[in-house]
């Protein structure tokens, strides 16, 4: 492991003492489902076969966070996502699929998500090493002008006859094809729980409608609350969200449904209190909910993921989902920010606030 857990938290800065000492005073800790060494029982009265169920408890234990009940997983389908050239140039030993899987094995992940082409070939040497998360979707990013579109890329089978563990999908709440894409993550989340597969979705809006007086609210609480909710509907077993930096887009932009009680007793603007708010809407936290570690800024990634991390733990999140600011940087340093940011989840100073 990298650091000291005090050196971690002292890169907190001038947020450290509220982050740490924060208490929730909008949904209490109590009230909610938290990660703990026996999660996997809140599937036991579910619907999910015992496949399915042994799929989720060969994800919770693997690797360094193996039965704490958090997640830390590595996903790579930003060759697809924002084109390869764009994301392997910072180090492109990573267009080699194998050092993506080498990554996620050295750094003691719970499991690696990738694209069906890297994954696959490769799937006879490492998927009995690790959980192979199959990406079943993508935005392939080529047409232009760019939609906000998810096609699929294979079949729930081809990840099931590989040997995956689970497969994750992408659904863009709020976008113009978000309705066949529901439609399609349904059918193929139904499909990947009969074939005994764990199912994670990327729940994530996206709508240019969103954005108002240069304020991004496809990152607002309440909007990404919803989309955790329309996530678990479809019976994601694992919701991958963004950390909320904001609240009152439904407000602002004057659609959907509110009620004042979300704004100022299930919420404040406390970001603790906003990522709770995403928790609360995974079923109390019956599902858990993993934050994105974003997109690699170089010097400042490490203290920005270890806030993430807290953020997460703190309000209750099951762990991280990093990529970018692990692979766009030198092998052993993607292994020592994943281990580091691991070393908060395993950390008995940071407590549920």
């Not at 799929?55 to 830390?72: K, V």
């Not at 100022?264 to 079923?283: A, G």
Request: glycine share 8%.
């Amino acid at each position: 492991m990298m650091k000291d857990i005090f050196q971690l938290l002292d890169l907190l800065g001038n947020d450290k003492e509220d982050l740490l000492n924060h208490v929730c005073k909008t949904i209490a800790k109590n009230q909610i489902h938290l990660p703990n060494k026996d999660s996997i029982d809140l599937f036991l009265n579910s619907n999910r076969n015992e496949q399915s169920i042994r799929s989720i408890n060969q994800l919770y234990h693997n690797g360094n966070l193996s039965g704490t009940g958090y997640l830390s997983i590595l996903p790579v389908d930003q060759g697809v996502e924002h084109t390869a050239g764009s994301s392997f140039s910072p180090n492109p030993i990573y267009f080699d699929p194998e050092n993506i899987i080498k990554l996620a094995l050295e750094a003691g992940c719970n499991a690696v998500a990738s694209t069906i082409g890297g994954l696959a070939l490769l799937s006879r040497k490492y998927a009995h090493k690790i959980p192979f998360i199959v990406k079943i979707n993508h935005n392939e990013l080529m047409t232009y002008p760019n939609k906000y579109d998810q096609i699929m890329f294979t079949s729930v089978r081809n990840a099931w006859n590989m040997g995956a563990v689970a497969v994750g999908a992408t659904v863009y709440f709020g976008s113009t094809e978000s309705d066949r894409q529901i439609i399609e993550v349904a059918h193929a989340f139904e499909e990947a729980h009969n074939l005994g597969m764990a199912t994670i979705l990327w729940c994530y809006t996206r709508n240019t409608a969103f954005v108002k007086d240069g304020i991004d609210y496809n990152t607002a609480a309440d909007v990404t609350g919803q989309a955790n909710y329309l996530g678990v509907t479809l019976q994601a077993d694992i919701i991958k969200q963004k950390l909320p930096l904001n609240n009152g887009g439904f407000t602002t932009l004057k659609f959907a449904k509110t009620n004042p009680d979300m704004y100022s007793k299930l919420s404040s603007e406390h970001p603790i209190d906003l990522c709770r708010y995403q928790v609360l809407n995974c079923y109390s936290g019956r599902i858990g909910m993993i934050n994105s570690g974003g997109e690699s800024k170089g010097n400042t990634d490490l203290p920005e993921a270890i806030r993430t991390a807290v953020i997460n733990k703190r309000a209750g999140g099951s762990g991280l989902i990093m990529g970018r600011k692990a692979f766009q940087r030198s092998f052993s340093e993607g292994i020592n920010l994943i281990n580091a940011v691991q070393n908060i989840y395993l950390s008995n100073e940071i407590t549920i606030a």
